[in-house]
C-alpha cells in the first residue's frame, strides 16, 4: 500500500497544482485543438487518396500537400505540446517543486503554436519539403529546435533541486525525453541539409521518426503509465529493476533504429542489419515495461472498467506493445521486402502517435486536469464515448492500412503487375480509414468540449472523482477492492 498522504503534503501538492495550472491548461487546450484539426485533416487526406479525382483542379487539396499537414497538426501541433504539459506537471509533482514565471512558459507556447501554424500554411502553399514530419521549409527548424529548448528548459532545474535523493523511474523517461528530442531534432536537421546526398536524407528522415517515437512519445507515454498505474492500483511498482531496465535498454538502443525501414537499399548491408537489431533489444525492454506493470495491477484489473485514466493508459500500453510486435515482424527478411514503402510502415507510424502515446496522454489528461483545475470532468459518458470511438477508430485504422500495405506490398513484389494495379488493390480499403477518422474526430470533438469546459471553470463541483461507472466515491470501493 502506497503512504497516506499529510496535511501538509496535501497542501503542498495542492500549491505545486495552482502553480501549474494556467500552463498546463494551455498546452493540452491549444493540444486538443490541433488534434480535432489534424483528425479532419486525416479525413480528407483518406478520401482523396481513395477518390484521387475529387477537387483535382484545386492544387491547395491535394493529397501531397493535405497528407503532410496533417502529420505536421498531429506531432507538433498535438503531440508535443500534449506531452509538454504532463513533463511539466509530472515533474513537478515527482520532484516537489512549484513551476516558477509559469505565464512566461504561456508565451512561449503561443510562439510555438504560431510557428505550428505557419509550418502548416507554407506546406498548404506548396513550400513543403515532402520529408515525413519535416515537411516545414528548412529555415523553420531551428525555430523549432529553440522554442522547443525554451518550453522544457524548466524541467531540468526541477529536477536537480528535487527534494527526494532517489530518482523514480518517470523522472528518467521526463528528462530522457526532454532531452533526446533536440538531439534527434537538430541532428537530423543537419543530416536533411540542402547539401546533404538524397540517399542521406531519407535515412535519416526514416532515423528520425523511430527516433521521435522512441525518444520522445514512448518515455512521456512510459512516465505517464509508471506514474499513473501505481497510484491507481495504489501499491508500489512490482520490480523497479525491470524499470531501470526497460529505461536503459531504450536508451541504448533505440537511437539504432530507422534504417530498417531501407532493408536492400542504397546503404551498406550493416546499417539496417544493425537497426532491425536494435528493433528487436527495443522488443525485449517493452516486454519488460508491459509485464512489469501488469503485475503492477494484478489482482485490481477491474479498476479499468472504473477509472478513465487507468482505462486509457492501459489500452495505450496495449497498443504499445502490438507496435513492438509489429515492428520487429516487420523486420524479418522473408517479410520485409514485401512491406516496404507500402501502407503497412504508414499504418505503424499512426499506431505508435495516436495508438499508444495520444491513448496514454489522454490517460493523464483525465489525471491531471481535475487537479489543477479544482473541479471534476462533467460527464461520465462523454469520457466512456471519447475512449470507445477513440478505441474503435484506432484500430479500425490501423487494420485498414495493415491490409492495405499487405496487399500494397505483396503486387509490388511481383514485376509483372503494373504499380497502378497495386495501388487500386489496396486503396480499397483506404474506405476503412476514412470511416476511422471520423470516429476519431468525433471522440476528439467530445473529449474537446469537456476539456473547454473544464478550462474555464464550468466543470462539476463535486468532492468525489468521474468514474466511469458511478455510484461510489473511489474507482476501489466501485470495483469491490478496496
Not at 211 to 222: D, G, K, R, S, V
Not at 274 to 288: D, E, Q, R, W
Not at 367 to 374: D, K, L, M, Q, S
Not at 425 to 452: E, K
Amino acid at each position: 500500500m502506497t503512504v497516506q498522504a499529510t496535511d501538509e503534503d496535501i497542501r503542498e501538492r495542492a500549491s505545486i497544482d495552482r502553480s501549474m495550472r494556467f500552463p498546463v491548461l494551455f498546452f493540452f487546450t491549444s493540444a486538443a485543438a490541433w488534434l480535432f484539426v489534424a483528425t479532419i485533416l486525416g479525413f480528407f487526406s483518406a478520401l482523396k487518396l481513395r477518390v484521387p479525382g475529387l477537387w483535382e483542379e484545386c492544387q491547395f487539396l491535394g493529397y501531397g500537400r493535405v497528407f503532410p499537414m496533417h502529420m505536421i497538426a498531429l506531432v507538433y501541433g498535438w503531440a508535443l505540446q500534449a506531452g509538454i504539459g504532463v513533463m511539466l506537471w509530472l515533474m513537478a509533482r515527482l520532484t516537489r517543486r512549484e513551476l516558477k514565471y509559469g505565464m512566461g512558459v504561456v508565451v512561449i507556447g503561443h510562439v510555438w503554436n504560431a510557428l505550428v501554424a505557419v509550418a502548416v500554411i507554407c506546406i498548404w502553399s506548396g513550400f513543403g519539403r515532402s520529408i515525413p514530419l519535416l515537411d516545414f521549409p528548412g529555415w523553420m527548424a531551428p525555430l523549432f529546435a529553440m522554442v522547443y529548448m525554451a518550453m522544457v528548459v524548466w524541467v531540468i532545474p526541477m529536477f536537480k533541486t528535487r527534494r527526494e535523493a532517489s530518482i523514480y523511474i518517470s523522472e528518467y523517461y521526463l528528462v530522457g525525453a526532454a532531452l533526446w528530442f533536440p538531439w534527434v531534432f537538430i541532428t537530423a536537421g543537419i543530416l536533411i541539409s540542402k547539401e546533404a546526398a538524397p540517399t542521406m536524407a531519407a535515412g535519416a528522415g526514416s532515423w528520425f521518426v523511430s527516433n521521435l517515437i522512441y525518444f520522445w512519445m514512448a518515455p512521456i507515454a512510459l512516465a505517464v503509465a509508471y506514474y499513473i498505474v501505481p497510484k491507481i492500483a495504489d501499491r508500489p511498482i512490482y520490480s523497479y529493476g525491470w524499470a531501470k531496465m526497460g529505461f536503459w535498454i531504450l536508451a541504448l538502443f533505440a537511437g539504432w533504429t530507422g534504417f530498417q525501414r531501407y532493408y536492400g537499399g542504397p546503404y551498406p548491408a550493416w546499417i539496417p542489419a544493425v537497426s532491425g537489431a536494435a528493433v528487436v533489444f527495443v522488443l525485449l525492454a517493452v516486454v519488460a515495461t508491459i509485464s512489469n506493470l501488469a503485475m503492477t495491477l494484478r489482482g485490481k484489473t477491474k479498476l479499468w472498467e472504473i477509472s478513465p485514466s487507468l482505462r486509457f493508459t492501459a489500452m495505450g500500453m496495449f497498443f504499445f506493445a502490438v507496435y513492438a510486435c509489429l515492428s520487429a515482424v516487420s523486420i524479418i527478411p522473408m517479410v520485409q521486402p514485401a512491406l516496404q514503402f507500402s501502407f503497412f510502415l504508414s499504418g505503424l507510424d499512426v499506431l505508435a502517435i495516436y495508438g499508444f502515446f495520444s491513448m496514454t496522454v489522454f490517460g493523464a489528461m483525465y489525471f491531471i486536469v481535475p487537479r489543477i483545475t479544482g473541479c471534476e470532468w462533467p460527464s461520465a459518458a462523454s469520457i466512456r464515448n471519447h475512449f470507445w470511438y477513440s478505441t474503435y477508430g484506432i484500430i479500425t485504422l490501423i487494420v485498414c492500412l495493415l491490409i492495405a500495405g499487405l496487399a500494397q506490398g505483396g503486387n509490388l513484389s511481383r514485376p509483372n503487375i503494373p504499380f497502378s494495379t497495386s495501388f487500386m488493390n489496396s486503396t480499397c480499403w483506404v474506405v476503412g480509414a476514412c470511416i476511422a477518422w471520423l470516429l476519431i474526430a468525433v471522440s476528439n470533438l467530445w473529449f474537446f468540449y469537456q476539456l473547454a469546459l473544464m478550462f474555464v471553470g464550468k466543470g462539476r463541483k463535486s468532492e468525489g472523482p468521474t468514474l466511469i461507472h458511478g455510484g461510489h466515491d473511489n474507482a476501489e470501493g466501485a470495483a469491490g477492492t478496496a
